[in-house]
């Protein structure tokens, strides 16, 4: 009984800090972000149903176009607060300032924008909202829906395989604060539940997004080690960002 109230308070904290859903105060002790991180992809779960229900909408008021577009590119944003954004843009900013690792750590945690940041995502969202200008067919919706899900088994499977770069941050205190065990065992069962529903959903369809993420996580791995010495909280919200937009991409060539 006691570690079913333990997980309920870490799936609040990680809806808490990963989403804008409405949840009830629960303190941040260490018992409470036990299961923290392997509640994250539930909060991905949840995102892909609400996003179902956004296309529903969407379809049942005939809106098209680059409207339709627009609110799939701004959805994931107001659901997770743009939390992830902002880790897209402070690596963007740390990755085009050329300078040593411990440095580009230093801009991670640095408030302010800087103009590569700013064109960085200029030109990230305007290339989302053109792919998803081509998400017309349902399969692709749902197979790119269930993405949020594995996405963020990969997203907490680089945080708890490679070393913090950092050493501080919330990443690191939901590491070592976690099961590490039993998350890596909930995270790997549910990016299996996932891809075999995208499996299932569309064969060819499927493989070639689950391609893509493993590779592009292969080269995130690589990239956040030679660049910073490891990963952090802003890393994984980058690789967060950069894996929506390389599903879109494969998806609008089917």
């Not at 577009?69 to 997770?80: R, S």
């Not at 499927?206 to 292969?218: E, I, S």
């Not at 995130?220 to 010495?229: D, P, S, V």
Request: hydrophobic share 55%; charged share 20%; with cysteine.
């Amino acid at each position: 009984m006691r570690e079913k109230m333990i997980f309920f308070r870490s799936l609040i904290l990680s809806f808490s800090m990963y989403s804008k859903l409405p949840m009830p105060f629960t303190k941040w002790e260490d018992g409470s972000l036990k299961y923290a991180l392997m509640a994250f992809p539930i909060v991905g779960f949840v995102e892909a149903i609400l996003f179902v229900l956004l296309i529903k909408i969407l379809d049942f008021f005939d809106i098209e176009d680059l409207m339709r577009a627009v609110l799939i590119t701004v959805f994931p944003i107001f659901y997770t607060g743009a939390i992830h954004i902002d880790g897209f843009m402070d690596t963007v900013d740390a990755l085009s300032s050329n300078a040593e690792k411990e440095k580009k750590v230093q801009i991670l945690k640095d408030s302010h924008v800087g103009a590569f940041a700013a064109i960085g995502i200029a030109i990230y969202l305007l290339l989302y909202t053109a792919f998803a200008d081509k998400l017309d067919d349902f399969d692709k919706i749902l197979i790119f829906a269930l993405s949020f899900v594995e996405n963020r088994c990969y997203s907490i499977y680089s945080l708890m395989t490679i070393e913090n770069a950092r050493g501080s941050g919330y990443a690191a205190t939901f590491v070592s604060s976690g099961a590490r065990t039993t998350t890596k065992i909930g995270i790997i069962v549910m990016y299996i539940l996932s891809a075999t529903a995208t499996l299932y959903i569309s064969l060819k369809m499927g493989l070639a997004v689950l391609a893509v993420q493993f590779l592009a996580f292969l080269y995130c791995r690589y990239m956040f080690k030679r660049e910073f010495g490891g990963t952090t909280g802003d890393l994984s919200g980058f690789l967060l960002q950069i894996f929506e937009l390389l599903v879109l991409f494969v998806l609008v060539l089917f």
